[in-house]
């Protein structure tokens, strides 16, 4: 299966992704990963069974400059809408300034995140995604966001437990707030293509945990059909 990887943002090096997806390649994957945003040309995803995308408005970690102009989200949108498949991942659901048509298209949009903590990942259901996934831990960035399409299919439930002092939650929540499930994977349809997205992400251990391996193998193969 070919699948266009792009990542690479201020936040979240290249090689968090790339080394993340590497053991994939022995389970029939072939990357091609793009980390410059200037690289993109919409004819590319037309080329590619499935799209990866861990990367946020970021022209690359050196560059801040925004890349995800309104062409650029249209073409996401047809190929996605035409048969294509579209993994969201972690930095991928963090919106820009103007990037309201992939939000809605990813279906959901990030809000905030405590401070990194352990955050457990627990499948809900039976699904092609959550086969053969337990549950898992890891320090991450539990990202709380805000799901907007309707069709979204809540796969996973994260977990993290309460940080700091009670008398701050509301004053400094990035280090101080309680203990938070929110919805961390889900998928939906777009057309006659599919969608999946995933929180967790930020660490390189997390990417790497077997459980989570064996989510982007079989959110991949969901989200191509195959």
């Known amino acids: 299966m070919r699948v266009l990887l792009l990542c690479d943002d201020y936040w979240h090096p290249a090689a968090v992704a790339a080394e993340g997806v590497r053991p994939l390649a022995s389970r029939g994957f072939d990357f091609t990963a793009l980390t410059h945003a200037g690289d993109f040309r919409a004819a590319l995803l037309p080329q590619y069974d499935a799209v990866l995308l861990a990367k946020s408005d970021n022209t690359s970690r050196e560059d801040k400059t925004p890349w995800k102009t309104e062409e650029t989200q249209r073409a996401f949108a047809d190929y996605v809408s035409g048969g294509g498949g579209l993994l969201a991942v ?3 659901l963090v919106p820009g300034k103007d990037t309201g048509i992939l939000d809605t298209l990813i279906g959901c949009r990030f809000v905030t995140h405590p401070r990194e903590c352990p955050v457990t990942a627990q499948p809900l259901k039976p699904h092609p995604v959550t086969e053969g996934v337990g549950a ?7 990202y709380i966001i805000e799901v907007l399409a309707p069709d979204a299919d809540i796969l996973f439930a994260s977990y993290s437990p309460p940080q700091g002092s009670p008398e701050k939650y509301g004053s400094e ?4 707030c309680p203990g938070r499930v929110c919805a961390c994977g889900f998928t939906r349809r777009e057309g006659k293509g599919r969608v999946c997205a995933l929180t967790p992400g930020h660490f390189p251990a997390v990417w790497q945990n077997p459980h989570f391996q064996r989510t982007l193998e079989n959110a991949l193969r969901w989200v191509s059909g195959a």
Do not use: G, K, V
């Open 90 to 92: 972690h930095s991928a």
């Open 136 to 142: 898992f831990r890891e320090t991450d960035e539990h």
């Open 173 to 176: 929540p990035y280090d101080n």
